[in-house]
């Protein structure tokens, strides 16, 4: 990383549109690689389930571990990963983060079909392409703010990329489906291979220059001193104190049900890998739908009813996935419903908190901030992907997703407590913090 400094472009960055970021091309490079590798995760995340479920028979209890795996990572890897990334420049580690992923998924398919493919393998391949996507996941948001460099730009942002993650989320799962069934659940996942490898070169045709700390700063640096102020910065601040604390709940109730729904839309009630695929696409439409409306919802309502109302639909809608019954098109309406009504909070509250949190922190904090709520929110997303799998070997699937509904509903009451639903407007953006590297 220290030779970075001398590969510095000395070009000037793209012209920037006061009014708009279309004409930020290195913006619209990253976000065009981020499209094609979004849309190309959309076939993993579906086949990755799907190969340990029709290829190998997993119980309930081995898919919840793969899941848990997957995210686990996050929970032990993000606070440290924030740390380096704030040392340095964030593309190189964007572009070795996808370039290993990119290699571990084509190992799945070859392995496949070299007959050398066990769920053991399946269960490491899943760990550590989880270790290499915190990795990039805490890069990445530290990065947009280098290419976005007014602040006021920073919801125009999170919306152009919140859309491209719904529009993928209504495409990806039902053109996986019909992938899956076709290929075969291991064989589909080249694809994904193959979107990382344009993620990179979207990467490699930016040329914003990264600035990156002298030298002499780094060498004072201490991990766990810099880890602290991470830490100390999210949960010293009152309005990232109250997203941090709803942040790991959140995320392990979406994980939890999404599990548990998997498991019991095959077992229970049959549904094959396309009509999984078409219930997550048609669903998705509420992402698409909560990302494409938050500019406007959040010019015309204050900033914390709009997160506090997205919060609640998010908790709230999965009451309807166990009450599902009768023919199996109605079944599969109030699947759709349900999981509709659930994105549709999670795409408006992606904007909000995101745009939030890159407003209040300065940039020499940003990967630590991200990496903060990156562990909180992917760990408990992991340990709502192990949770759900337990209960539903230990209960069944329908009582298990009972339970796990009702007791994602109470978190409404936690949410109309929380300080931030009661934000009038976004905060005034911070200055960087006086002290130095050395402080304690």
């Known amino acids: 990383m220290s030779g970075a400094l ?9 012209e920037v549109s006061s009014g708009t970021l279309w004409r930020n091309t290195d913006f619209l490079k990253f976000w065009s690689g981020e499209a094609l590798s979004l849309f190309g995760t959309q076939i993993t995340s579906l086949a990755l389930p799907l190969t340990a479920v029709i290829a190998f028979d997993a119980s309930a209890e081995a898919v919840g571990l793969l899941r848990f795996l997957q995210l686990v990572p996050y929970l032990f890897l993000a606070l440290v990963f924030g740390v380096w990334v704030d040392r340095g420049r964030r593309k190189p580690i964007m572009m070795a983060a996808n370039a290993v992923r990119m290699l571990l998924i084509a190992l799945i398919p ?12 399946l269960l490491v391949i899943a760990c550590v392409v989880g270790v290499f996507s915190v990795l990039f996941d805490v890069s990445w948001m530290s990065f947009v703010p280098t290419l976005v460099k007014d602040s006021r730009h920073y919801v125009e942002a999170n919306q152009k ?9 209504v495409a990806g799962p039902g053109v996986a489906g019909v992938l899956i069934g076709w290929l075969g659940p291991p064989t589909a996942m080249v694809l994904d291979a193959v979107s990382y490898l344009a993620s990179l070169a979207g990467l490699l045709l930016i040329r914003t220059p990264e600035p990156v700390p002298p030298r002499s700063d780094q060498a004072k640096r201490h991990l766990g001193r810099e880890l602290l102020e991470g830490v100390r910065w999210v949960f010293g601040h009152g309005v990232l104190r109250s997203l941090a ?36 696409s048609c669903s998705s439409v509420g992402a698409l739908l909560g990302a494409l409306m938050s ?22 809608a999965p009451l309807l996935l166990p009450l599902a019954g009768g023919p199996r098109p109605v079944v599969i309406a109030l699947f759709i419903l349900s999981l509709l009504i659930s ?14 949190r890159q407003t209040i922190t300065p940039g020499s904090l940003m ?43 109470a978190m409404v009451v936690p949410i109309a407590l929380s300080p931030v639903v009661r934000l009038r407007a976004m905060p005034a953006p911070e200055t960087e913090p006086a002290t130095s590297p050395e402080a304690a």
């Open 110 to 121: 070859l392995l496949w079909h070299l007959h050398h493919l066990s769920m053991s393998g």
């Open 6 to 14: 001398d590969e510095q472009v000395s070009k000037e960055p793209p």
């Open 343 to 356: 994105y549709f909070g999670s795409g408006l509250s992606n904007v909000t908190q995101l745009s939030l």
């Open 295 to 316: 500019r406007s919802v959040l010019r015309r309502y204050p900033v914390g009813p709009v997160y506090g109302l997205a919060l609640a639909a998010i908790y709230t």
């Open 245 to 280: 604390v709803l942040a790991p709940f959140t995320n392990f109730s979406l994980t939890c049900v999404q599990t548990l729904f998997l498991l019991y839309g095959v077992r229970d009630r049959g549904l094959s890998p396309e009509a999984v695929g078409l219930v997550f």
């Open 367 to 409: 990967g630590r901030m991200n990496a903060a709520f990156r562990t909180l929110l992917f760990g408990g997303g992991a340990l709502g992907g192990l949770f759900g799998g337990l209960i539903g070997g230990a209960i069944g699937l329908r009582p298990g997703l009972t339970v796990v509904a009702i007791c994602s509903a």
């Open 161 to 169: 990329l919140g859309v491209t993650q719904s529009t993928t989320d």
